[in-house]
Every structure is written in structure tokens, then in C-alpha cells.
């Protein structure tokens, strides 16, 4: 399967598995509220989803920023974060590769 062919799939799929979504909220929420017509309800409904994509996309760009700001500001990696400090070893590390730059600039 070619590239191109493999990505119009997951967008298909995509796309039915968005419909089934609205559709699904669509009938919940006819039980809830009648007096609301059908076309309102799928427009409701499919303006709920796309925010929600929004909001997580929005939150996916948000936290790659972060993380490459914290890499570009000399970080080790953002998931040490979660950690209470750097990896064993790694201060010595960065000290022989400091010297190393040192006698490097020297000569």
C-alpha cells in the first residue's frame, strides 16, 4: 500500500469514526432535550466534537513548545521533570565534556 492510498484510509476512517461520534452524542442528547430539532442537535454535536479536536490540538502544540524551549534552555529532557533530580552520573558527564571543551579551545 503506497503512502498516499495508506493516509486517505486513516482519513476515512477518521472521518466515519467522527460521524458515529456526533451521531451517538446526537441520540443521547435527543432523549434529553425533544424539544430541540434533529439538525440543531447534529450541528451542536459536530461543533462539540470539532472544539474538542481543537482543544487537543491546541494542547499538543502547547506542550511540544515547552518541551523545546526547556531543551534549547540547556534542560536534559523534559520528562526528567517528573524526576526529583538529573540521572546518576550525568553532572560528571557534563564536567568531563566541559574539560574536554576546555583543553580543546586551549590548543
Known sequence: MSTRSGKLVFLGKLLVAAVAIVALVAVAA?????????????????????????????????SLQFSQFILRAGGTDPQWFWFQSEPKGLVALREQQAE???ARDES
Open 100 to 102: 574536554g571543551k576546555g
Open 30 to 62: 435527543r432523549q434529553l432535550v425533544p424539544s430541540v430539532t434533529l439538525g440543531e442537535l447534529l450541528v451542536y454535536s459536530a461543533a462539540g466534537v470539532i472544539g474538542a479536536m481543537a482543544l487537543i490540538i491546541l494542547a499538543a502544540i502547547c
